[in-house]
């Protein structure tokens, strides 16, 4: 079953999860937490942020949330 959108930028990825062997290494916890992030990737609600970007993102997070 797709956990995405075809047109989603991020589709190879999806693809490679949906491929991937369903072993349950999760609680369900985890596992509702991981689905809703993958929901919020594809819907477009995620910010995602290159690796080497991640310390001035977060930087900025901080700062968006200190008012």
Do not use: K
């Not at 959108?5 to 916890?29: C, G, K, M, N, Y």
């Not at 690796?51 to 001035?56: A, G, K, T």
């Amino acid at each position: 079953m797709p956990t995405h959108p075809d047109t989603s930028p991020s589709a190879a990825v999806f693809a490679a999860i949906d491929r991937a062997p369903q072993v349950q290494r999760l609680t369900p916890e985890q596992r509702a937490e991981l689905e809703q992030d993958l929901a919020d990737i594809a819907a477009g609600r995620a910010r995602l942020v290159a690796h080497e970007e991640l310390p001035q993102a977060l930087e900025e997070l901080a700062r968006e949330q200190d008012g």
